[in-house]
Structure formats: structure tokens, C-alpha cells
T-cell receptor, first 109, second 114 residues
């Protein structure tokens, strides 16, 4: 079946440093890809949808590129802020969402 | 614009009791999804409606769980004879037309079965 593998957390960074959260998948098809963010007590919020075929999606300084050959779409941010502390999920959409395990990010001042 | 509304936000039940969770999708969205979130299993798909018709319930436990969508403005997830292992956050999401459309999530209902 389809599976999504995501960087195991937790990840702790200092403000101003860079972030990479790895996400890769195994599937026979080319799904639609998303990054979601979840804050305590809330449901997952869409961070952005990753356009297909080697294109880049981005929002709020976060970005990811869909690497079709490597079946990956890693999340990156050049300079994290304390307000970025949250849990990040990558997800495949085949009519329903298949989520990675989540990566808890803590950014220290 | 109101997002997806879920009620109650928290529910505590005793083992063996019934729990009904409610979801109101975003107005104009025709697809409604239910997911379950636990520490151990993460986020798991349960079931999916489009235009009120059940499309995919492959993630629903075979016993005790059922979902309905009696009209376009609400869906319910019912758990009969609740067990401690049913404790989780139950999340409802909606999208415009299903398929590859972006899904928008509600805040979830945290169910605790004692």
C-alpha cells in the first residue's frame, strides 16, 4: 500500500536557523501533496499545496519542491521564528489524506 | 467565513456508553471527511461523504462505529459501546468537491472513555 515517511521528531532549533523536514512516499501513482501544520488544541491547518512535477510550493517562508523522481517533498525554511513552533505533517491526497507521522518543531529564542 | 465546526469539543464517557460527535462543514463544501488522531497511530482516515452519499468507509472499525450525513450541513460519527481504546481526537474536514481539493479541518472533538 501507499506509505509516507517523515522526519522523526522532535526537532529543537534556535531562532534564525534553518529547518528541513524530510518527507518521502511510496506509491505507484503521482498523488497531490500537502504540508499541514497543527497547533495545540487545534486541527491541522493547510500550510500549502505542493504543485506537481518539480514545482515549488510555499507559504509564510516555508517551501517544498515536489521531486517526482525521488518521490519526495521536503519542507524547508531558511530562518525559523519562535512562532513556527508546532507539529508539521506531510500528506498525500488520493481522495482522502494519508499523513506522515508528524514532526514536532520547537524554536527557542 | 466560519470554518468547520465540531461539537462537542470535549466529551467524557464511561466504558460501554454511546458517543455521538457532530460536524458542520464549510458552507458550499460537498465533501466531508472524518479522521482520528492518537499518539500511537497518528492521523488516520475513517470515512468520507460526497454530496451526502457515503463514498469510502475503509478506515472505519467494523464494529461499533457508524457515520451519517443526513443533510448537507452536518455529519455525525457515532460510537456505540465505547471502549478505552476509542479515546482519541476525532477530526472532521471538508473540501469543495472532494478528489484532490484541499481539505479544511475543524478543531476536533477530544473523546475520553473511562
Amino acid at each position: 500500500g501507499d506509505s509516507v515517511t517523515q522526519t522523526e521528531g522532535p526537532v529543537t532549533l534556535s531562532e534564525g536557523t534553518s529547518l528541513t523536514v524530510n518527507c518521502s512516499y511510496e506509491t505507484k501513482q503521482y498523488p497531490t501533496l500537502f504540508w499541514y501544520v497543527q497547533y495545540p488544541g487545534e486541527g491541522p491547518q493547510l500550510l500549502f499545496k505542493v504543485p506537481k512535477a518539480n514545482e515549488k510550493g510555499s507559504n509564510r517562508g516555508f517551501e517544498a519542491t515536489y521531486n517526482k523522481e525521488a518521490t519526495s517533498f521536503h519542507l524547508q525554511k531558511a530562518s525559523v521564528q519562535e512562532s513556527d513552533s508546532a507539529v508539521y505533517y506531510c500528506a498525500l491526497n488520493y481522495n482522502v489524506l494519508y499523513f506522515g507521522s508528524g514532526t514536532k518543531l520547537t524554536v527557542e529564542p | 467565513n466560519a470554518g468547520v465546526i465540531q461539537t462537542p469539543r470535549h466529551k467524557v464517557t464511561g466504558k460501554g456508553q454511546e458517543a455521538t460527535l457532530w460536524c458542520e462543514p464549510i458552507s458550499g463544501h460537498s465533501a466531508v471527511f472524518w479522521y482520528r488522531q492518537t499518539i500511537v497511530q497518528g492521523l488516520e482516515f475513517l470515512t468520507y461523504f460526497r454530496n451526502q452519499a457515503p463514498i469510502d468507509d475503509s478506515g472505519m472499525p467494523k464494529e461499533r462505529f457508524s457515520a451519517q450525513m443526513p443533510n448537507q450541513s452536518h455529519s455525525t460519527l457515532k460510537i456505540q459501546s465505547t471502549q478505552p481504546q476509542d479515546s482519541a481526537v476525532y477530526l472532521c474536514a471538508s473540501s469543495k468537491e472532494g478528489g484532490e481539493d484541499t481539505q479544511y479541518f475543524g478543531p476536533g472533538t477530544r473523546l475520553l472513555v473511562l
